[in-house]
């Protein structure tokens, strides 16, 4: 199994803010990753594929970086509605994600 | 527009066998690359891939719990049917059925919570 670890686990920011959220598989996967955002309540949402393809509709503020093992997402300038939890997922063999990352109001 | 629904019991016993079936519309899994998985997540807890089946009736499942799980397509009703066997009170849990392309989920249904309990 590809493992997938995500640090911080949680994030405490303010509105305006940058976040950096990290992700680290445990071996090379290319490429092969996506991040969504989760809502309480609500199914994940995708926001990011092949690592830093933005998907259709999703604001430009969120991008992504990274390859082999090591990869990031940032939120440029954090909003009201991006407060929510965030999850890596590897692409590259059956899917694994991460643990998520909670994004909280400082 | 693609739009996925779970549905199957809320409620099942311990030992018992669940059955979830995920209706969808705005593809076909009878087109070329498409693929329908599933997906769970624990109350609080991260997400977790369990199955997935292709338009061409390619299979994969999660190998933690692949003795316990079979998925099946029914292409003319557009729907995809997840059966787990032998359900445990460490299974409850929200389950989701998604859209898969290149083993992204790009579309997800709302989510069914599944309760173990007897």
């Not at chain 1, 911080?8 to 991040?35: E, F, H, K, N």
Request: with cysteine; net charge positive.
């Amino acid at each position: 199994d590809i493992q997938m670890t995500q640090s911080p686990s949680s994030v405490s920011a303010s509105v305006g803010d940058r976040v950096t959220i990290t992700c680290r598989a445990s071996q090379g996967i290319s490429s092969w990753l996506a991040w969504y955002q989760q809502k309480p309540g609500k199914a994940p949402k995708l926001l990011i594929y092949a690592a830093s393809s933005l998907q259709s509709g999703v604001p430009s503020r969120f991008s992504g970086s990274g390859s082999g093992t090591d990869f990031t997402l940032t939120i440029s300038s954090l909003q009201p509605e991006d407060f929510a939890t965030y999850y890596c997922q590897q692409a590259n063999s059956f899917p694994t994600f991460g643990q998520g990352t909670k994004v909280e109001i400082k | 527009q693609i739009t996925l629904k779970e549905s199957g019991p809320t409620l099942v016993k311990p030992t018992q066998t669940l059955t979830l079936t995920c209706t969808f519309s705005g593809f076909s899994l009878s087109t070329s690359g498409v693929g329908v998985g599933w997906i769970r997540q624990p109350p609080g807890k991260a997400l977790e891939w369990l199955a997935l089946i292709y338009w061409d009736d390619d299979k994969r499942y999660s190998p933690s719990l692949k003795s316990r799980l079979t998925i099946t397509k029914d292409t003319s009703k557009n729907q995809v049917v997840l059966t787990m066997t032998n359900m445990d009170p460490v299974d409850t849990a929200t389950y989701y059925c998604a859209h898969i392309s290149q083993l992204v989920f790009d579309y997800w249904g709302q989510g069914t919570l599944v309760t173990v309990s007897s």
